[in-house]
């Protein structure tokens, strides 16, 4: 896995079945790893193809969440005041 950010480490269940279909994808951590790096590319990058994707998947009620990031304003970031 690429990169020196600072990580947490996650601990999921998942069902015999869900395992089995994303096996085929590849080894479970790395198909894993690169769908959640997806995922954070669609609530980061407006415009992505990720972006369709994700509110696809979850919705919309995400981006009220959002705002344009400073230092980079091409992109987006968490509301600054904590998850919610």
């Known amino acids: ?10 601990t999921i269940e998942l069902d015999v079945e869900t395992v ?6 590849g080894k479970l951590e790395s198909v894993l ?3 959640a790096g997806h995922a ?3 609530v980061s990058r407006p415009g992505s ?4 994707w994700l509110i696809q ?3 919309e009620e995400f981006l009220s969440r959002l705002e344009q990031n400073p230092e980079v304003p091409f992109l ?3 509301k600054r005041g904590g998850l919610q």
Do not use: C, I, N, S
């Open 20 to 25: 089995e279909l994303l096996g085929v994808l």
């Open 33 to 35: 790893y690169t769908l």
């Open 1 to 10: 896995m690429p990169d020196a950010k600072k990580r947490v480490v996650l």
């Open 40 to 42: 954070g590319e669609g």
């Open 57 to 59: 998947v979850v919705g």
């Open 49 to 52: 193809w990720e972006r369709g």
């Open 76 to 78: 987006e970031r968490p």
